[in-house]
């Protein structure tokens, strides 16, 4: 049976105690709060719960709960206070001191069982839930540490930092593709499809990791196979038609192929995501020869890329208060974004049958 400390100087009430609970539970009692810490510190982790009278000589209930707030038993051990007041600034202080319930005198042998056993058992599960949440984060620990350290080993081989350069090379080679696309379409047409370019190479511990979690190798056979976005490009516009538009040009070029295309613009994933993403095979030059790289080139709105970085943040960071809230409103955002979006380019529709 689970053990219990009942605490309190008058003898009649520790008996009653006693006769109610002792066919559930294994009990030791004290009369005063000095006698109460010496039993709790030859039995701090048998004891299930501690059962605590305010008023008593020589070391009040306070007292108690100070000196096991001073140890740590606070987190080990539920306190409920057994007490005649209804004050409630004494029931404020004992909660803001960490005690778990009350039980009132005069004793309801019902009300004492089930206050006590719903007590325990919630302290248990709390406590287990962050023994859980520890082992967790411990795991979590042990694998940044496996990444960290297999990342070190990609960077310092030859082979691995030749690929990369060779991605940094697609990458460029496809910024010079639309760069010149925009050229073009600012001297031709007095505009420009886009208003910037961002880039990105994928480090090695998100190759790393990626890799593992999917089960794949983590060999360069197995980046070049099986990792799409280890080269990454976006590409910033102004209006969704843009979007499609530079996307066409660009796949268009006879020495780009297209590899996979996925429009969550106008397939929006459930979060309110939007954007175009293209997987292509973009050749680049070097004194072996040409050879085919992948790279991946995403296409937002202005609107739609401000949404997309709340929204990472939002991913990544710990401890956010009210997050499926801040989710929702971040649906209701994405869909006026589209709605916007749209206005807009109609908007500049207008303006630019005016100018004809």
């Given at each position: ?156 081989t030859k082979f691995f930092n030749k690929m990369m350069m060779e991605y940094r ?100 994933k459930p979060n309110g995501y939007r954007s175009l993403h293209l997987i292509v ?59 916007l979006d749209y206005q807009m380019q109609e908007i500049r529709n207008r303006i ?5």
């Amino acid at each position: 049976m689970q053990r219990i400390l009942v605490v309190d100087d008058a003898e009649v009430n520790r008996n009653l105690l006693y006769n109610i609970l002792e066919d559930d539970y294994t009990i030791d009692m004290a009369e005063n709060g000095e006698l109460a810490l010496q039993k709790l510190e030859e039995r701090q982790n048998e004891t299930a719960a501690l059962l605590l009278d305010l008023r008593m000589p020589k070391m009040d209930g306070f007292a108690v709960i100070a000196e096991m707030r001073k140890k740590g038993w606070m987190h080990k051990i539920p306190v409920l206070i057994i007490s005649g007041e209804y004050s409630v600034e004494v029931e404020n202080k004992c909660f803001e001191l960490g005690v778990s319930d009350f039980i009132r005198k005069p004793f309801v042998s019902s009300i004492v069982k089930n206050r006590l056993k719903n007590t325990i058992d919630l302290f248990v599960s709390k406590n287990q839930l962050e023994m859980k949440v520890e082992e967790q984060e411990e795991t979590l620990k042990r694998q940044d540490e496996i990444i960290r350290i297999q990342a070190e080993k990609l960077r310092e081989t030859k082979f691995f930092n030749k690929m990369m350069m060779e991605y940094r090379f697609a990458i460029m080679e496809i910024e010079t593709r639309l760069k010149a696309l925009n050229g073009e379409f600012s001297q031709e047409y007095n505009r420009n499809p886009f208003e910037s370019i961002k880039s990105r190479l994928k480090t090695p511990e998100s190759i790393y990791e990626k890799l593992e979690r999917k089960g794949h190798p983590v060999t360069l056979e197995g980046i070049t196979e099986y990792l799409t976005d280890v080269a990454g490009v976006r590409v910033i516009c102004s209006f969704p038609d843009d979007i499609y538009r530079l996307a066409r040009l660009l796949t268009m070029q006879d020495d780009i192929i297209l590899l996979r295309e996925k429009d969550y613009i106008k397939n929006p994933k459930p979060n309110g995501y939007r954007s175009l993403h293209l997987i292509v095979s973009v050749p680049i030059f070097l004194s072996s020869g040409k050879k085919n790289m992948k790279v991946e080139v995403q296409f937002r709105t202005i609107a739609m890329d401000f949404w997309a970085s709340l929204e990472h943040k939002l991913k990544y960071k710990k401890d956010v208060d009210e997050t499926d809230e801040i989710v929702g409103q971040l649906k209701v955002c994405a869909d006026s974004i589209e709605t916007l979006d749209y206005q807009m380019q109609e908007i500049r529709n207008r303006i630019d049958r005016t100018k004809k």
